[in-house]
């Protein structure tokens, strides 16, 4: 990967270790950004390691996830996110200000720096030039607390733009396009590199549209170049003097490249239930709809809300469906209204929510038994709308705006000349539901409520793990089935013991009383176990339920980190091993901690079959420590207590 932009970035921030593919290495983190139903989590932690303030360039905190304040919860871990930024140096987006990747384009990413970021959609900062990548909130907590970031270094994918894209084509289509080619779990261990003359024809919020997908195709990270097209965003964004030029060296090596015309696209859709199950949507055009929602960090900046207000300008949406729309930002809600395209939308019966995720994560817009739902958003897993039966096309705000129009899903190319929407010269640039932290954040006192309790204890890795196969479940699982949110468990993110009750409730609801019944024991998962989110509860809750080891065909990057921050051992099986295992099942598992630490092969007994089988675990050697020590808090608890000494 000589001279890629990606190596580029790395090699700039590297600590440790070498830059080869698949050689583990230690980053410097520049930027954090967190949310908050992973943040309140991210920052019980990292207030549990003592320090005064956080250590990076820049901390952000968004509130943009669970902003219903149905209750108490919500409102208190708001205010614990509040109190505990300006304490500790971390500036605050409040409520209403946005979805942290569309604001974090907006306002602070910079091109050549490195974001972590507690959301899997953290990359979307790599359409202005950045290396983001999405990690567990304790990953961020470190990061903020100065620790750099381990990673295995990707193998970088050129994927070459050729030509432009046609009209009524848009940014989301490209990246469905690559996840029809690639697969959900096509770029598991991979970067994606865009380069070609078709990168100067797309503008960054449409980058960004590309970068924050790559999430979905399992990729660590994918990044624009920053170029002209760049400068000139952030120009308009009021930030020229942060604007950098990151490019490609002439010589640079890919590992793997592929081309795209973008001119030969046309508008796509992913139907149920992975967003990889993508076909042009002129195969289905004429399916009843009932739902549309337009909005989610994938597209709703300021052009693909124009578009959608053009499309809508004067017409009314078809009487079965009900369109939701919620922008962005505050600064793209603030300029539809002055431009009067929020106007257009209301007039043509759209329902206009908050510029918060929304129905994106499920809070609220659930929709009715059995029934069609279409969103520009970018994920369709089971039940992540709230109702399992519904089934989720994802495809771009043309799309769903044309298709509300006429109830069914329509080409928007049915409707003629396409709406010419440039991006202002200007964006509107009003920062004041930020709060910078002030100077010194002695003084002001962290505020918690009931329902925020104690991070839960880790214990030392034991050295024989034995228990029963709990659940067996197949390839793809995603976080969503394993730990669900929506509007009723997302307030829970703050309490362990509660939110623990719902671990695998859209597969198997028995599951929490089970595991509790033999005391603990494994999982058995198939391919890219895990895929999906960043959120750690889906290892934190099954630990506190005693869950101890994960077997797995393979892991999807960001829980299988997850995994080991929280002291669950991910051990990589083959698939006729995982044939031969069944649910109920007794593993035992000997000499753990020697072979965690050597290389991570682990010999396997089926104490119910009668055979032996080995798995392995290969780790960083800093992965190794936090698993014997029982988890990522306590490994830097004692790297602290070393220091100090
Ligand atoms: C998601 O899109 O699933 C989320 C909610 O943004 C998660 C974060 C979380 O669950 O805390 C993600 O993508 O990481
Ligand atoms: Fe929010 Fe949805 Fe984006 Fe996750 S994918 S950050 S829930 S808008």
Redesign the pocket.
Known sequence: MKGTIIKQILADHLVAGQLEPGQDVAIVIDQTLT?DVAGTMAYLQFEELGLERVHTELAVSYV??NTLQTGFENADDHRFLQTVATKRGVYFSRPGNG???QVHLERFGMPGKTLLGS?S?TPTAGGLGMVGIGAGGLDVALAMAGMPFCLRTPHVLGVTLIGELPDWVAAHDVILWLLQQLSVSGAVGKALEYRGPGVTTLNVPQRATITNMGAELGATTSVFPSDEVTHEFLRAQGREEEWAAVAADEDAEYEEEMTLELSVLEPMIAQPHSPDNVVPVAELTGMPIDQVCVG???NSSCQEMMTVAEILRGQQIAENVSLTISPGSRQVLEMLARSGALADMIGAGARILETA?GP??GMGQSPSTDSVTLRS???NFPSRSGTKSAGIYLASPAVCAASALTGEMTDPRELGEPPSIQLPEQFLVDDSMIISPPKDGEGVEVQYGPNIKPVPEQQALADVLKGEILLKVGDNISTDEIMPAGAKILPLRSNIPAISEHVFEPIDRDFPARARKCGGGMILGGRNYGQG?SREHAALAPAHLGVRAVLAISFARIHRANLINFGIVPIEITAEDYDRCQQGDELRIEDVCAGVQSGGQLMIENATKGFSFTGSCPLAERQAQVLVAGGALNWAKQEFKGEEQ
């Open positions: 949310q943009d996830h979805i942290c990747h959301d959609h989610s960090c994938t995720c994106c994560i958003f970018n994920r989110s």
